[in-house]
C-alpha cells in the first residue's frame, strides 16, 4: 500500500462530501483559494443540470492543518451538500425502474433490494468533488517541484478540437480554456461543443466525449515497473477508469499503438547537454508516443492521458427497461441530472491524475516534512545529473 492514500464517503443528497488523506508530508502550504477554484471548476461547464445552481462547493478542514499548512497528522476535509436530503422520502423517494448505462440495476440487486435510490446515491458523480478536492491538495505539494497539470475537453460527441498541447504553449491555452464555457481550446470547437449539448437536450437526449491531460515538469523515474500496483500507468488508468461513466483511458498513443510497426510508434532517444538542467535531464524525443511513461515510470517528457465519458445514463426521454418489482417494461425512471458532464469531468481526471502522480513522487522521495523531500528530490536530481556517477 502505498504511503500517501485518500479515502472519500458521501452520497449524493446526504450532509457532506467527506474526504480523508494520509501520508501528507508536514509543512505542505495549501493554496486554498486554488483548490476552492478547481472545486468550482467541476461544478461548471455548459450542459449541467440544475443541481449545480444549488451547491456552492468550497473547501472546509476538519484535521491535519495549522496554519494553512498540514502537520503531517492525518487530513480530513469536507464539502457540505446544501441540497441535502437523503432523509426525506418525498424528495428521495423510491426507485424501481432501473437507468440502463447507470449502476441503478447491477446495485439494487447487489444489495438485495428492489430499490435502486441507496445505489444511486451511493454511485452518483457527486462524490468526484472529493477527488477534485483531493488531487488539488496533491497538486499543492507536485508545484513546489514544477510539477503542473492541465486538462481539457478534446472532444463533446462528434465536435472536436485539434489544437495541439506542448510544453511551450500550454500556458497560454490556459486563458483560451477558461473562456470556453465547455473547456474546449478554440471558439469553433466551442460553439459546435454548445451545438452538440443544446441539440441533445432538446431531443431528451445526453452527449459524451473525450478529455485529455498533460503532466509536465515530471523527471524520469516516479512510478516503478517493479509490481503493477507501482507502475504509474497502471495507477493512472485505475484513477481514470475509477471516474464515474468513464469508458476508456489511453496513454500517449493509446490504442493507436496497436496500430503502428515498432519502428514508427517508438520515441528516437537523444540528448542534449544545454538542456540538462530541464526536468527531462537534457534527453529529449522527436515523439511522445509513449506519453511520458515507459516501465510504469515517468521518462522525462509529458504524461499524457486521455480518457473517454460515455454520455450520462439520466435521459429525459428514458430508455427502454423493467420495474423491479413487477418485472413488467417500462421506462427508466427521470431523474434530476445534466445532459452533459464531460467540461466537469475533464477537472475530474486532472486532479484525479495529479493524486496518482503525487503518490509514486511520495513513494520515490518519502520524508516525514517538505524539509526532507525537498532534499531528498534535490540530492536524486543532482545524483542523475551527474550519471555516470564515479
Ligand atoms: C448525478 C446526478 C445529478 C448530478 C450529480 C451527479 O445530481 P442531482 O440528482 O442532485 O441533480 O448533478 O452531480 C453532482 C451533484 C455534482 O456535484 O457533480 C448522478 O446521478 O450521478
Redesign the pocket.
Known sequence: MPALNYQTAGE??GPALVTTITGLPAGLELDIPFINHELQRR?GGYG?????KI?TDTIAFLCGVRLGKTIGSPLVFQIPNR?SRLDDLQKTPPVHRPRPGHADLAGSIKWLTTDCRET?ER????E??SRVGAGAIARCLLRCFGIEIFGFVRQIEHARTDVEVLPDNWRSLVAVRDASDTYTLDEKATRAQREAIRKAKEDRDTVGGHVECHVFGCPPGIGSSMDWTTKLDARIAAAVMGI?AFKAVQIGAGVRAGETRGSALHDPISFDPARKSEPSLGFTRPSNNAGGLEGGMTNGQPIVVTGTMKPIS?LLQGLPSVDLNTKQPEQSQY????VC?VS?ASVVMENVIAFEVARCFMDKFGGDSMTELKANFDNYMNMARRLPLR
Open positions: 449524493s443528497h461544478q449541467r443540470g440544475g443541481r449545480q451547491e441540497d444511486l454511485a452518483s458523480a457527486r468526484t468533488a464515474q439520466t431523474e434530476r441530472s445534466d458532464a466537469a
